[in-house]
């Protein structure tokens, strides 16, 4: 029920003078199709695009934000997951899984123009854009490269633990955190003296990372546990976790510094969690298997790049703060219903298999993807 | 996890492949090298059954009971996993 008071609904304040379904705090303005398994993105403000690290092509796609629409695409090293833009060289790096090394893109000419070699199966990528340095988590080297921006040349590589993957960055407290995804755990790493010096053991799968430099805290996504953990930048300690939607594997720190997203890939949703409550404020609904997830700085959007639609989502956040109850999850429609029937091949024998095979009998059906 | 499942309730577990693009079969071969599956896998892949369940995202899990009655969905988590099958099991 609208209140007297423009722009608020049901006690929820609203960015905008419509309605917000507490349920759906989003609108979706754009869906473009980019390619295969998306992954990293990020914003170029100044040209008005997106460029998504498709990770299944070889590719780097090239997105019109004004149009919406796939513009360009260059090809870069093996395995693209993660991607950087740095305005200042005015090229996209991105972190190439299986050539083991950064694909470096000139960005006014969209041609790939160096490659610089990391460690095995770097994963992560953030860059200091000051400092001028990129930092690459080589997760089967249990290393972070740090790169230095303009030259090139590598200037350290620092030991931190199995699956070293995403990495954040506090410059404010010269902290570099780089978390490990096999061994649960994230190292945070000194950038005067590229030593570790500390580390804390979080949740299950690992896998993003994102630091609220003026609360002192860095949130980690953990996938398999489906939570987010708080850690405190000046004591490693845990703070407390947070559930998020079910298999969260992205996040980034709005440029407001008051909330997060956090992409779950198993729901097809972005939680939007605050940063000060750490409690998760709504879900937007974006595209299948959502990962990579960035903000365009200049307006606010969000982008998701969804793994499974081959897509990136352009979506508007709606929310203008925490609402006034928790919102919690519905049951899915599904249960207590008949499963619908499915005929589908089998990959072992190539036979078309029903489901009436299965009656009768208990089961549990896994929906999976190899990526 | 699949093996875990299987062998401590005798429940079936189904694998079923989506979203890997034009050529999914040599994908799911080194998905399954990788990772030593042996379970039942079936391929969508247009992806319209995953839709027509309303499947967004992987891994999504779906528990049926032996009427064919679909008694939970999600279940990424492992504990929500274990406690959704041992209720199963309590039923039967």
């Known amino acids: 029920m609208a209140s007297a008071r423009t722009g608020e609904l049901d006690g929820y304040a609203v960015g905008a003078a419509c309605r917000i379904d507490a349920r759906a705090p989003g609108r979706t303005l754009a869906e473009i199709a980019v390619g295969l398994d998306p992954e990293g993105v990020a914003v170029d403000v100044a040209r008005r695009r997106a460029y998504v690290a498709c990770s299944r092509e070889d590719r780097v796609a090239v997105v019109d934000l004004e149009t919406s629409e796939l513009i360009a695409s260059v090809e870069v090293g093996a395995e693209p997951i993660d991607l950087v833009f740095d305005e200042a060289s005015d090229r996209i790096f991105t972190a190439d899984a299986h050539g083991d090394s950064l694909s470096v893109v000139d960005a006014a000419e969209l041609r790939l123009v160096a490659t610089v070699s990391v460690g095995m199966y770097p994963s992560g990528l953030c860059a200091d854009f000051e400092a001028r340095r990129i930092y690459s988590g080589n997760s089967m080297g249990s290393s972070m490269s740090v790169v230095d921006l303009d030259t090139l040349d590598t200037i350290a590589t620092v030991e931190a633990e199995p699956g070293a993957g995403a990495i954040a960055i506090d410059p404010a407290r010269g902290l570099v955190v780089c978390v490990n995804f096999i061994a649960a755990s994230a190292t945070f790493i000194d950038t005067q003296t590229w030593q570790a010096v500390g580390r804390v053991d979080v949740g299950s799968g690992a896998c993003a990372a994102g630091v609220v430099s003026r609360r002192g805290e860095v949130f980690i996504v953990n996938s398999l546990a489906g939570t987010l953990s708080r850690v405190s930048l000046d004591t490693f300690e845990l703070v407390d976790e947070v559930a998020v939607g079910r298999a969260p594997v992205g996040l980034t720190v709005a440029p407001s510094g008051d909330r997060l997203y956090v992409s779950n890939r198993g729901a097809g949703t972005v939680s939007v969690v605050g940063a000060d409550d750490a409690a998760q404020w709504g879900q937007l609904t974006v595209g299948e298997g959502p990962g990579g997830v960035a903000v365009d700085p200049s307006n606010g959007l969000v982008l998701v790049a969804n793994a499974g639609s081959g897509s990136v989502s352009v979506v508007e956040d709606l929310l203008a703060g925490a609402p006034p109850r928790p919102v919690e999850d519905e049951e899915h429609w599904l249960v207590g219903k008949p499963l619908p029937e499915f005929s589908l091949v089998d990959f072992h024998t190539g036979e078309r298999r029903s489901s009436l095979e299965w009656a009768e009998r208990r089961y549990l059906i896994n929906f999976f993807a190899s990526w | ?92």
């Not at chain 2, 992987?58 to 959704?84: F, S, W």
């Open chain 2, 1 to 92: 996890m699949r093996r875990r499942e299987e062998a401590r309730s005798g429940l079936d577990v189904i694998l079923i492949d989506i979203w890997e693009g034009s050529d999914p079969r040599p994908e799911v071969e080194r998905f399954c090298e990788l990772w030593g599956v042996e379970s039942t896998i079936l391929m969508d892949e247009t992806a319209e059954y995953a839709r027509s369940l309303g499947v967004r995202g992987v891994p999504t899990n779906i528990l049926v009971d032996e009427r064919g009655i679909v008694r939970a969905v999600g279940l990424v988590r492992l504990d929500d996993l274990d406690a959704a099958i041992d209720e199963l099991s309590a039923r039967a």
